[in-house]
């Protein structure tokens, strides 16, 4: 089992990525899972053709520890097992503690053996990185970490804290980075940006990904851009994002 777990700021494109890199896989062959943490709890939608899941903490909320380990991880397109962590009640309780508790309720309903995957994805908010946010970097979940970024300045300022955070946990049995993933936004020096940035934390860039107004018309139809144009070049970038993962 590979557990990868993908950061960023807020809106730079993490779950339509890990989405379409989750579908390349599975349509590989490989057993994929995909948990969303993110109190939005949207990472799985397009997955799941636009119908909400139950998340883990509302599930907790309601039913406590008396619920099965199907409630909460559903099938959805090309096979990926999909779960999202969910937040807490607006104005009441930590996001980043409702992570951990998501996870921790993850693991104690043997989601992971009961699915058995070859790949687990972890789509992680990564504007602040506290604690709770910092969960699936932790020893026993994942084994890897890749950032999301643009050329866009806030993006670059936001992948620089995370990796700032990986590095701080070196020495820990943390996950370690594996390098950063560019969502192409055109704006300008933007691969030079992002260069810099690897050469500060000592990471290179694994894949990018150009700006395709197929993703915005597959999102909106609710389905990746791996279902609804399989035959586009922009879907190609994402089988071999995918590739470089393998």
């Not at 890199?21 to 997955?47: E, H, N, W």
């Not at 039913?63 to 099938?75: G, L, S, Y």
């Amino acid at each position: 089992m590979k557990k990868i777990a993908v950061y960023g700021k807020g809106g730079i494109g993490k779950s339509t990525i890990v989405s379409n890199m989750a579908v390349s896989l599975a349509q590989q062959g490989y057993r994929v899972m995909q948990i969303g943490c993110d109190p939005k709890a949207d990472s799985t939608i397009a997955l799941r053709h636009g119908e909400p899941l139950p998340t883990v903490l509302e599930t907790f909320r309601e039913k406590k520890d008396a619920f099965e380990a199907e409630e909460i991880a559903r099938v959805g397109y090309a096979g990926v097992v999909c779960v999202e962590a969910g937040g807490p009640i607006p104005g009441m309780g930590c996001a980043g503690r409702g992570i951990i508790t998501a996870l921790e309720k993850i693991e104690a309903k043997g989601i992971y053996e009961t699915c058995q995957p070859d790949f687990v994805f972890y789509d992680v908010l990564g504007d602040v990185v506290c604690g709770g946010f910092s969960m699936p970097m932790r020893s026993g979940y994942a084994d890897e970490i890749y950032i999301v970024s643009s050329g866009e300045n806030m993006s670059v300022y936001a992948a620089a804290n995370i990796a700032t955070a990986i590095r701080n946990f070196q020495g820990r049995g943390y996950a370690k980075l594996g390098g950063v993933i560019v969502n192409r936004r055109n704006v300008k020096r933007e691969m030079e940006k992002v260069s810099e940035l690897c050469r500060d934390f000592e990471t290179e860039i694994v894949g990018a990904v150009g700006f395709s107004e197929l993703v915005q018309e597959a999102e909106e139809r609710h389905l990746t851009l791996m279902e609804a144009y399989p035959e586009s070049a922009a879907a190609e970038e994402f089988r071999q994002l995918a590739s470089r993962m393998l």
